[in-house]
């Protein structure tokens, strides 16, 4: 079955640290990977996605992700966090076939001053 | 603003009302999809249409009772809800034939009182 993992619930960087969220996928062939962010009481926004091609994504807001064959991830990266940047963030994987996303659980970011 | 608007943005219902929630997008999508977001749990997948017809039903209670009259509007018909069904009920629309990502409406916080 497919699935995705978001191994950290919740992360508490500080104002301009750089931030490394985690996402692995399970599936046999290549998905299509996206990062989503959710503010409190707000719907899903996407920051970037995947889909071919070159394997570093540049999304929103100073976001990037890189795919990883390999590792079967899909983390996204920031190089210096802002306080707005705290939120929900979710992975989540469209296969090449069917149009049903799976989403990770998600992580918590706090971003202390 | 997104392309895919809900509405009502917040809900109180007692068990025994009967209320609808409506999606409504503008993107020229055929695929939609309810998600349901409880605190502390994943986007639990509701249900999903491809160009009105209703392709999953992931084991959602009777108590739910989509509807999708044509491409650009779906409603989520809610009867003798429990307190447990209390959660932000996000809305959400993709392109099934060109693979893009899911836009998301803001949502409806439903409470069950």
């Known amino acids: 079955a497919q699935s995705v993992t978001q191994p950290d619930i919740h992360i508490t960087v500080s104002e301009g640290a750089s931030l490394e969220l985690r996402c692995n996928y399970s599936y046999g062939a290549t998905p299509y990977l996206f990062w989503y962010v959710q503010s409190p009481g707000q719907g899903l926004q996407l920051l970037l996605k995947y889909f071919s091609g070159d394997t570093l994504v540049q999304g929103i807001k100073g976001f990037e992700a890189e795919f990883k064959r390999s590792q079967s991830s899909f983390n996204l990266r920031k190089p210096s966090v802002h306080w707005s940047d705290a939120a929900e963030y979710f992975c989540a994987v469209l296969m090449d076939t069917g149009n049903q996303f799976y989403f990770g659980t998600g992580t918590s970011l706090t971003v202390i001053p | 603003e997104t392309g895919v608007t809900q509405t009502p943005r917040h809900l109180v219902m007692g068990m025994t009302n009967k209320k609808s929630l409506k999606c409504e997008q503008h993107?020229?999508?055929?695929?939609m999809y309810w998600y349901k977001q409880s605190a502390k749990k994943p986007l639990e997948l509701m249900f999903v249409?491809?160009?009105?017809?209703?392709?999953e039903n992931n084991s959602v209670p009777s108590r739910f009772s989509p509807e999708c009259p044509n491409s650009s509007h779906l409603f989520l018909h809610l009867h003798t809800l429990q307190p447990e069904d209390s959660a932000l009920y996000l809305c959400a629309s993709s392109n099934r034939d060109r693979r893009t990502e899911a836009f998301f409406g803001q949502g409806t916080r439903l409470t069950v009182v």
């Open positions: 249409y491809n160009f009105k017809e209703q392709t």
């Open positions: 993107l020229g999508h055929n695929a």
